[in-house]
């Protein structure tokens, strides 16, 4: 198994739907693979945090980053526009 099939099969493998075979398939790739650890945990994290259901709070220094990029995509978008 390689890091392609580990991603295409994560959905079923974290939501315990994965057959035992492809079960043990990954885990043994995940014995080997950092990337694919480090994925799968951050993943995992994600959907407890999902479920958690609570707000966390964003430093304001992201916060002001991420709005800076996402005008400047904005921007950029309205220039690759076709002039109506």
Known sequence: MDCDE?????SD?????????LCRAIKAHL???HNCRVEVDSVQKTIVLYR???????PPAVSARLRELLELAYREA????PAE
């Open 78 to 81: 309205r220039m690759d526009a």
């Open 13 to 21: 493998f974290l939501d315990d739907e994965s057959r035992d075979e």
């Open 6 to 10: 580990v991603l295409e099969q994560l």
């Open 31 to 33: 014995a080997d693979c």
């Open 52 to 58: 958690a259901d609570r707000q966390i709070a964003t």
